[in-house]
């Protein structure tokens, strides 16, 4: 049983992808890892063909178990994937970030960009405790969606045909975000286990 969709796996830096090499891709996973994405729009029914972008950008710089440099760090990739979405202009996005990366500005400088973009972005912080691990591992869960999407959801649901559809994408989203936080803060990692508070 294949658990995540079929693509094509770049090994690149992202610092080094073009917006014209995404063109003919209907999902994009940055920073997708084991492709905990891919299997938690699955599990929430977003079907492979449905057109999503989803970034787990890196947490080194921002990580309790680093030297929390925050924006200072090379690692610190937000910039190059927010160029790629001004360019790209995906209609949804779903990521994660650490929590502790909040107070180093990262989720401001993500909302003022993508709502400066058109987007209308939420957030939310769960724990691996929340569904049922023995360690904490906060984790920053967003999810942006064009304004042009949204609008045009608005006007659908004025008609009563479509009154389903707009309630079921809701549920969806929320699906998505609650399927990747069991997933991805649920996983144990040296990092998350061996930090002395």
């Known amino acids: ?27 994009h996973h940055f920073f997708a890892g084991i492709g905990g994405w891919s299997y938690a729009l699955r599990l929430a029914g977003w079907s492979d063909s449905r057109s999503v972008c989803t970034a787990s950008l890196p947490c080194q710089p921002f990580s309790a178990a680093g030297k929390q440099i925050g924006k200072d760090d090379e690692r610190h990739l937000l910039p190059h994937f927010l160029e790629l979405v001004k360019q790209c202009k995906p209609n949804r996005i779903f990521g994660e970030q650490v929590e502790g990366a909040i107070r180093h500005g990262w989720l401001d400088d993500l909302q003022t ?28 869960y967003w999810v942006a969606q064009s304004n042009i999407e949204r609008l045009e959801g608005s006007e659908k649901k004025f008609d009563r045909g479509n009154d389903k559809q707009v309630a079921n994408d809701r549920t969806t989203f929320g699906m998505c975000l609650n399927q990747a936080a069991s997933l991805m803060t649920g996983w144990p990692t040296p990092a998350a286990m061996d930090v002395k508070g």
Do not use: P
Not at 114 to 134: D, I, K, P
């Open 113 to 140: 960009t993508m709502e400066a973009e058109g987007y209308a972005v939420g957030h939310c912080v769960l724990g691996a405790h929340s569904v049922g691990s023995f360690h904490q591992r906060q984790r920053l």
């Open 1 to 27: 049983m294949k658990l995540i969709a079929d693509g094509e796996v770049d090994e690149r830096s992202i610092i080094d992808v073009q917006a014209n090499e995404l063109r003919g891709f209907t999902q």
